[in-house]
Nanobody, 123 residues
Framework: QVQLVESGGGLVQPGGSLRLSCAVS????????IGWFRQAPGKEREGLAC???????YYADSVRGRFAISTDSAKNTVYLQMNNLKPEDTAVYYC?????????????????WGQGTQVTVSS
């Protein structure tokens, strides 16, 4: 059974950093693509970053240069390092997975989702 569990969210001041973790089980990262998404109240879900089984990464313009996605295969964990956070980054952050090699930030290409972790950027 495929499961994804996010952690690492919290309250951070503008300009600060957080690292989100996505612990996966039921599959190995060698064969799956992983994406990070977020959804703020009243807004549509937004794709942020993805990494495929070939370790290719892709970022949304809104976070390129500030966020970085990475994996630790030994721990079966995917990370999202978030730097220079802004109030508009406040949202629930989700990781998602599916069995493909696409570099895509479209949520329809990910069948498995975690429960989300809240990130709040505020002074």
């Amino acid at each position: 059974q495929v499961q994804l569990v996010e952690s690492g969210g919290g309250l951070v001041q503008p300009g600060g950093s957080l690292r989100l973790s996505c612990a996966v089980s039921g599959f190995t990262l060698d064969h799956y693509a992983i994406g990070w998404f977020r959804q703020a109240p009243g807004k549509e879900r937004e794709g942020l970053a993805c990494i495929n089984s070939r370790a290719s990464t892709y970022y949304a313009d809104s976070v390129r240069g500030r966020f970085a996605i990475s994996t630790d295969s030994a721990k079966n964990t995917v990370y999202l390092q978030m730097n220079n956070l802004k109030p508009e980054d406040t949202a629930v952050y989700y990781c998602a997975a599916d069995y493909h090699t696409l570099e895509t930030l479209e949520s329809r290409y990910y069948a498995h989702w975690g429960q989300g972790t809240q990130v709040t950027v505020s002074s």
